[in-house]
C-alpha cells in the first residue's frame, strides 16, 4: 500500500517560518515530487516541484520566500517556508509522481493535507 504521510503544519504569525515534510512509502519508485495548496474557496495551485535530480520550480507567489527539497533514501521532500504572508493560509498537500512495481504503471499519489495558517 502506498502512503504520503505529511507533517509540519500549525498555525504561525505572519513573518515567521514553517517547515512541511512528507514521506512516501510502499513499493514504489520516485521520479518527482511536490506542494501544493488549496485555500478557502480556490482551485489547488502548484506551489514547488522537484525532480529526482534536483532541478525544482516555483510558482511567483513564493519564490525567494519558499525552499523545496527532497531525500531520495528516504523518499521524503521537504518545504521550507519563510517569511509567510496571511495569503500563504491553505491546506497544502504533497504528491508524488512514482512507478508502482506491483501495479506496473505510473502513478501520482497525493498526501491527506496539513493546514498552515498564518495569522496574528
Known amino acids: 500500500q502506498v502512503q504520503l504521510v505529511e507533517s509540519g503544519g500549525g498555525l504561525v504569525q505572519p513573518g515567521g517560518s514553517l517547515r512541511l515534510s512528507c514521506a512516501a512509502s510502499g513499493s514504489i519508485s520516485v521520479i518527482a515530487m511536490g506542494w501544493y495548496r488549496q485555500a478557502p474557496g480556490k482551485e489547488r495551485e502548484l506551489v514547488a516541484v522537484?525532480?529526482?535530480?534536483?532541478?525544482?520550480n516555483y510558482a511567483d507567489s513564493v519564490k525567494g520566500r519558499f525552499t523545496i527539497s527532497r531525500d531520495n533514501a528516504k523518499n521524503t521532500v521537504y518545504l521550507q517556508m519563510n517569511s509567510l504572508k496571511p495569503e500563504d493560509t491553505a491546506v497544502y498537500y504533497c504528491?508524488?509522481?512514482?512507478?508502482?512495481?506491483?501495479?506496473?504503471?505510473?502513478?501520482?499519489?497525493w498526501g491527506q493535507g496539513t493546514q498552515v495558517t498564518v495569522s496574528s
Open positions: 522537484i525532480s529526482r535530480g534536483g532541478r525544482t
Open positions: 504528491n508524488a509522481e512514482a512507478w508502482n512495481s506491483a501495479a506496473m504503471n505510473m502513478y501520482l499519489y
